[in-house]
């Protein structure tokens, strides 16, 4: 139940999947229901997903392996099944279109909603379709969302951090300034480490410090960003909801126990991060022209290379190959603790990987991975798995995490 003032007035929504990973891995596996379970893997690795229970123990997403074991050291660890959980972010997709055109999606797990216009479609309020879809995403699906009610996308998402899991937060615009007042600038669109220190160091360090500080204050010490934060400050959002995905790339890494020169052993692990990739990009429809591989050195330095491709894809055999191709040039004997492989210039899929007249195999080998998509999304990533990575886990190869 849910009552709001604005209730029935308000058509921005922020759709989060609750424990996205770990809430899938429980729906299939019932014994890990009252289990704390993290998804991850390796000392080296970082947490990808952490379920509540585990959160409770102070286990967070991004936190190295080693200090969420010592946090919990009873949890449960699966490593991440990126097929099986891109096959469930599509069916939730598909129902988030049943409601509106104008989905955004921001990750694989959460989306922006515009329902404005779409009462007489529906026969019913924004609020009461939400609940609608919330109620069928738990029973056809098995997993829980939180969604965010609010006049624009800022204080959507704002909303749905505030009461999960199975949220259902409204807020409107008139509450906005009192609701942010007393919370730290990095709550705030855009505001990561690097401008949470100018901000800090220029005196704003709570939110009502931007909402009381003049247009020329904000101008001086902040320059251009100082007045989209104060608007942002007060709850002023303009932002569209754009179906067009305006993320800048889509990448997974993995950290290494054990430092690594060989092509041969980096090869399947990079395949299976081209796999993670792609699993991503086919989730959320885009697809995109630049392959990136990443590399570190045991010595901490971060070699990169990039390559433009001729059209738009969202194949891990394309991915894979183009990565593979760059890896072969930098495997000179140096040994790695990290690998790296990254896809940039995103657009839409639709017009991705077509068929080449100069090289009639690519149509067979896309024909042959999205069979094999279609199988891992019903059995899960484990049923088919290719020559080139079968039993690369079991050597040792990949036991960090890897992050998008």
Do not use: W
Not at 117 to 133: D, N, W, Y
Not at 244 to 257: G, H, I, L, Y
Not at 338 to 352: D, F, K
């Amino acid at each position: 139940m849910v009552a709001h003032r604005s209730l029935q007035d308000l058509s921005i929504a922020h759709v989060d999947c609750d424990a996205f990973y770990a809430a899938i891995e429980k729906r299939d596996d019932p014994s890990l229901r009252e289990k704390p379970l993290i998804i991850g893997g390796g000392r080296r690795g970082v947490v990808s997903t952490a379920c509540y229970l585990a959160r409770i123990s102070g286990v967070r997403s991004a936190m190295p392996m080693f200090k969420a074991l010592e946090a919990c050291p009873d949890a449960v660890v699966i490593r991440p099944d990126m097929t099986k959980y891109a096959a469930v972010a599509r069916e939730i997709r598909a129902l988030m279109t049943d409601l509106t055109p104008l989905v955004q999606p921001i990750s694989i797990d959460e989306a922006f909603l515009d329902l404005t216009g779409t009462e007489r479609l529906h026969r019913a309020r924004p609020a009461e379709v939400l609940a609608r879809f919330a109620s069928r995403v738990e029973s056809e699906i098995g997993i829980t969302v939180s969604i965010g009610l609010a006049p624009n996308k800022f204080l959507a998402k704002y909303a749905s951090d505030l009461d999960k899991p199975r949220g259902f937060v409204v807020i409107d615009q008139a509450e906005a300034v009192d609701r942010l007042a007393d919370d730290p600038v990095n709550r705030l669109p855009g505001v990561g480490p690097a401008m949470d220190r100018t901000l800090r160091e220029a005196g704003f360090r709570l939110i009502r410090d931007l909402q009381t500080a003049s247009q020329e204050t904000l101008l001086r010490r902040l320059g251009a960003q100082g007045p989209r934060l104060g608007r942002l400050a007060r709850g002023i959002d303009d932002r569209p909801v754009d179906p067009v995905d305006n993320r800048k790339s889509v990448s997974s890494e993995t950290t290494f126990e054990s430092d690594i020169s060989a092509f041969e052993t980096l090869a399947p692990i990079l395949r299976r991060l081209s796999e993670k990739v792609s699993a991503r990009l086919k989730a959320q429809e885009i697809a995109g022209r630049t392959v990136t591989l990443k590399l570190k050195t045991r010595d901490f330095r971060t070699v990169t290379r990039s390559r433009q491709l001729s059209d738009a894809t969202r194949l891990a055999d394309r991915i894979y190959r183009t990565g593979a191709d760059l890896l072969s040039k930098e495997t000179d004997g140096r040994a790695f603790r990290l690998i790296g492989i990254g896809v940039s210039e995103l657009e839409p899929a639709v017009n991705a990987d077509p068929d080449d007249l100069l090289e009639p195999e690519r149509a067979k080998r896309a024909a042959a991975e999205l069979a094999v998509d279609r199988l891992r999304g019903r059995y899960g990533e484990a049923s088919v798995e290719l020559g080139l990575t079968f039993g690369s886990d079991r050597r040792g190869r990949a036991k960090g995490e890897d992050h998008t």
